[in-house]
């Protein structure tokens, strides 16, 4: 698919069937984060697969939205502070590196369409819990993964002429 035309088809799915995520599928978002490009090529950051199923009370503890839970799986990615790059200026760039690898992931699982919706607002210590993170390991954001059962809302931008500059501030 056109990317712009990708970019326009995802969407935060706030909706999900149960029907399980074929194991093909998975792989393919998963490989997808991995080819992310991250500073250094240090890749700090770790996936976590998770099957819904059995765990819906645990996993509403860490967000509490009936449809983050109404799909088969939710994948958090963790990232991993003594893997980080930092600049010589104490610039940590952690959260860049997981964004780009998560945007790969998020944007592959919508080319072969399967629902994603980024979910940074969760509460973190439920989430250290529930996943056994070690110390140096921070949950940063989860999505749940699988087929859609709502409908795209009217994608709302500001235009581009709002958000860009040429040469110059
Ligand atoms: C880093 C990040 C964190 C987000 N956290 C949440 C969240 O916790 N819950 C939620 O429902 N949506 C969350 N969103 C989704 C945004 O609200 C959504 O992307 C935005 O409103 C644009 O809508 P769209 O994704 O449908 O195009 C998050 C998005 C990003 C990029």
Wanted: charged share 25%; with cysteine; hydrophobic share 40%.
């Amino acid at each position: 698919m056109d990317f712009l035309d990708l970019a326009k088809k995802r969407y935060s799915v706030r909706g999900y069937k149960p029907d399980p995520v074929e194991d093909g599928k998975l792989q393919k978002v998963l490989e997808a984060a991995c080819l992310a490009p991250t500073p250094t090529n240090s890749q700090p950051f770790q996936l976590i697969v998770i099957h819904t199923a059995g765990n819906q009370d645990k996993l509403l503890e860490v967000y509490n939205r009936p449809w983050f839970v109404q799909g088969p799986l939710i994948i958090c990615c963790v990232g991993m502070h003594n893997e980080a790059w930092i600049r010589r200026d104490g610039r940590n760039y952690l959260d860049v590196a997981v964004a780009i690898a998560f945007d790969h992931l998020i944007m592959a699982a919508t080319d072969i369409g399967l629902g994603t919706c980024w979910v940074g607002q969760f509460e973190k210590d439920p989430a250290r819990k529930f996943l056994g993170l070690p110390k140096d390991a921070e949950p940063i954001v989860f999505t749940p993964l699988g087929y859609i059962a709502d409908e795209p809302k009217e994608k709302k931008r500001k235009p581009v002429s709002e958000l860009v500059r040429y040469e110059k501030w």
